[in-house]
């Protein structure tokens, strides 16, 4: 292919990605576009559509309140990779409350900013929790789980709910967990 067919073939292809471009931008990038300039289109109903269905953050937290209890209960019978991994399920349903709603309106109107109170609690007391379930001390998993309790505490008190008192489980949430770490099946 000669310097002319090299040169052709560029201006065809061009020609052809441009043509492609526009009517792309016809068909699709024109919704897109309507969509983010605020006037209702697909797009903003299925934004609304989802927001709609999000549950709420009571939904998240019953989950984190389920396998925090778990938690306590499996370490009790220091089967530390049962308390491993209830611990990774609160702490990934805690950071699912908080993508809900970063940001909840307290009983004053206010601003409560969930997500900076979180912030604060993941790398402070939860990772203390952390550390004795890595280090399989029972003695020092339990001081750290209380004092987790408080700085749970302390968030719903910041959110308004005074009423959500965390404590010290009483008994397992399910019977349907063997937390022996020796058990063996059935």
Request: proline share 7%; hydrophobic share 45%.
């Amino acid at each position: 292919m000669g310097r002319f067919g090299v040169v052709a073939a560029v201006v065809i292809a061009a020609a052809v990605g441009g043509g492609a471009a526009e009517v792309w931008f016809r068909t699709r990038g024109q919704a897109a576009v309507t969509a983010q300039g605020g006037s209702a289109g697909p797009l903003q109903s299925d934004v609304d559509r989802l927001k709609s269905i999000v549950p709420t953050q009571s939904h998240t937290m019953t989950d984190v309140g389920y396998h925090w209890a778990n938690l306590w209960i499996a370490a009790q019978h220091r089967n530390w990779p049962l308390a491993r991994f209830f611990f990774n399920e609160a702490r990934q349903s805690i950071r699912w409350t908080v993508l809900i709603r970063p940001v909840r309106k307290g009983p004053d109107g206010a601003d409560v900013d969930i997500k900076s109170l979180w912030d604060g609690i993941d790398p402070s007391s939860m990772a203390a929790v952390d550390i004795a379930i890595e280090q399989e001390d029972f003695a020092t998993f339990e001081s750290d789980y209380k004092v987790a309790l408080e700085t749970c505490y302390s968030c719903h008190k910041a959110a308004g709910l005074p009423f959500l008192r965390p404590q010290i489980p009483t008994a397992p949430p399910t019977t349907m967990i063997n937390y022996d770490p020796k058990a063996t099946w059935p």
